[in-house]
């Protein structure tokens, strides 16, 4: 029978809730545990897919088209474990279905409630993910204790003890000590008002784990113990990284997180090995090279708007023994100063996913730039439509070449809304989502980077490159080197002629692990690695020259 942890946080949001519960997926698995994850958002929206990146951060999207919050994405960067929708659960999801079955007729009678239709709902969808072949489910639930909208969740959490028993579950409640400069101490009362809350509730933690700034003395430590009603061991630091975030099971590791929920859970696991992870570590503290990719987006202010794009760039560093310093470059400023004045002195250009009009004119400068200084450059989903529309305008010469998401009546709509698409009403879910094959063009740069001919991305857009104009790309240099196996839909166009021009319609860094990066974002950054030494050899070039003149 599976056994269960509840992950629950305390004091202010953003505390990490989604790494750390990652973090305990791996050491979970690390000691040979098969091991389920899962997430529970409080908000009424079905799932994230149709909400701003402003509000949200980044919508990750699984292989089954779920779209859901970012936390899953930490959960597959660190587990090996399956996700599919089963794994993320909104409130609106969760009311969603109650209200279908109630219209079926399956409550016929009742009075639907809450407690315990809301209740069992959410216990239903914990309950789906402990199958016989898994060992542990990982169940983290969004937003803060005290939070009005997260209670059905927390009662469903504190029943479901009592329906599989108490020695079947594990409650660990993740909280903020924080340190107050002017008193000179870390301060516990946030914490033990926090667990009071969840005690009102009916939950007691088990563990307890303190993000701080700096190290949790052993009297605060006690003191929250005794004030928490949990073990003083079962009191964990957890403190802020100064490297990176795959740090975080390291210092739970220090901790003896995973003994602790072995022992509590009565589990059977074998040692823990991570020594492969602790040599990525190492790679990250101590890199040999270094390279600066520019990311042009229009969503730069918020820093979780494209956290998979800017973690996949990390894993292609760690690969490569590199640094990637990524600047961030908001698409508009592109357009207000220029780009030679924006990406001055960059290696590499990526232009991500997005949405919509804004920013538009400065990711295809941005592009632009790329293309004509041989400039390393990677265009994922809208980065690939603003390759297409920058190609159309200033090689194909078609200057009023447009995306009709842009511009439904421009004359040449280079990019246009898929066939499927366009009988859609409901805006929720109804993308060209998940994962799709892709076949790549032998010999494309794509295919040298993929090492194979038949590959598998996830998609989320509803347009695309426009048929109609492929001869006349080709003719001027564009070679469509990946499609859709039928051959209709374009997948990954290149640039013949420039070291390093790649753009896929689908949305590579979803798949991209810190201990196996995507070959797409290696090849990136490997070609600006390529293009700094090139820099850094004509840069010495000119000043022998200029030195060779001055002697002269
Ligand atoms: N807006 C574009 C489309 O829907 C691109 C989507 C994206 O970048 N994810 O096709």
């Given at each position: ?529 390529v293009k700094r030494e090139q820099k850094k050899a004509e840069a010495g070039r000119a000043r022998a020259a ?7």
């Amino acid at each position: 029978m599976a056994k269960h942890i509840f992950v629950t946080g305390g004091v202010v949001s953003s505390l990490g809730k989604g790494l750390t519960s990652a973090a305990i997926g791996m050491l979970l698995e690390r000691r040979g545990l098969r091991v389920r994850l899962q997430k529970f958002d409080p908000y009424l929206n079905v799932d994230p897919g149709t909400m701003n990146p402003y509000q949200h951060g980044e919508v990750y999207v699984l292989d089954d088209g779920a779209e859901t919050d970012l936390d899953l994405g930490h959960y597959e960067r660190f587990t090996n474990a399956p996700l599919s929708r089963e794994c993320n659960y909104t409130t609106g999801k969760i009311y969603q279905a109650i209200i279908e079955k109630e219209r079926r007729g399956e409550y016929l009678g009742k009075t639907v409630q809450v407690i315990p239709h809301v209740t069992d709902e959410i216990k239903a969808a914990i309950r789906q993910l402990a199958t016989d072949d898994v060992d542990v489910v990982i169940s983290e639930i969004g937003g803060t204790v005290g939070d009005i909208e997260g209670l059905p969740f927390l009662e469903a959490i504190r029943q479901f003890a009592l329906d599989v028993g108490k020695q079947n579950c594990l409650y660990i409640h993740l909280t903020l000590v924080p340190y107050l400069k002017a008193a000179g101490e870390a301060k516990t009362k946030p914490t033990q008002h926090s667990v009071e809350r969840l005690r009102q509730i009916g939950i007691q933690p088990d563990i307890l784990i303190c993000r701080t700034e700096r190290p949790l003395g052993q009297e605060e430590a006690a003191k929250i113990a005794l004030f928490c009603n949990v073990e003083p061991r079962a009191v964990i630091e957890e403190r802020d990284k100064e490297f990176s975030i795959y740090e975080v099971p390291l210092s739970l590791v220090d901790h003896h997180l995973d003994e602790l929920i072995v022992e509590k859970l009565h589990l059977r696991a074998k040692p823990l090995d991570i020594s492969d992870w602790r040599q990525m570590l190492q790679r990250i503290i101590h890199p040999a090279h270094e390279v600066t990719i520019a990311v042009v987006g229009k969503y730069i202010r918020h820093h979780d708007a494209y956290k998979s794009v800017y973690e996949a760039l990390d894993h292609a560093g760690i690969a490569l023994n590199t640094r990637v310093v990524i600047r961030k470059v908001e698409a508009e400023e592109v357009e207000q100063e220029g780009a030679d004045k924006v990406l001055s002195g960059i290696d590499g250009v990526l232009v991500p996913g997005g949405f919509g009009y804004r920013g538009l004119a400065g990711k295809i400068e941005a592009i632009r730039f790329a293309r004509e200084r041989q400039v390393p450059f990677l265009g994922i989903c809208l980065g690939l439509q603003c390759a297409v529309i920058e190609f159309a305008r200033n090689v194909v010469h078609l200057p009023d070449a447009n995306s009709t998401e842009m511009d439904a009546n421009c004359r040449h709509p280079v990019v246009c809304l898929l066939d499927e698409q366009s009988n859609i009403t409901h805006l929720g879910g109804t993308m060209r989502l998940g994962s799709y094959p892709c076949v790549l063009v032998a010999g494309s740069k794509a295919h040298q980077a993929y090492g194979s001919l038949l590959v598998h991305e996830r998609h989320r857009h509803r347009y695309e490159f426009n048929n109609q104009y492929r001869q006349q790309f080709a003719a001027h240099g564009m070679l469509v080197s990946g499609t859709s196996p039928d051959g209709r839909l374009v997948e990954v166009i290149e640039l013949r002629d420039h070291p390093w021009f790649v753009a896929v319609q689908c949305h590579p860094e979803f798949q991209s692990k810190p201990t196996k990066a995507h070959p797409l974002f290696r090849a990136l950054v490997q070609a600006s690695l390529v293009k700094r030494e090139q820099k850094k050899a004509e840069a010495g070039r000119a000043r022998a020259a200029a030195s060779a003149a001055a002697g002269a």
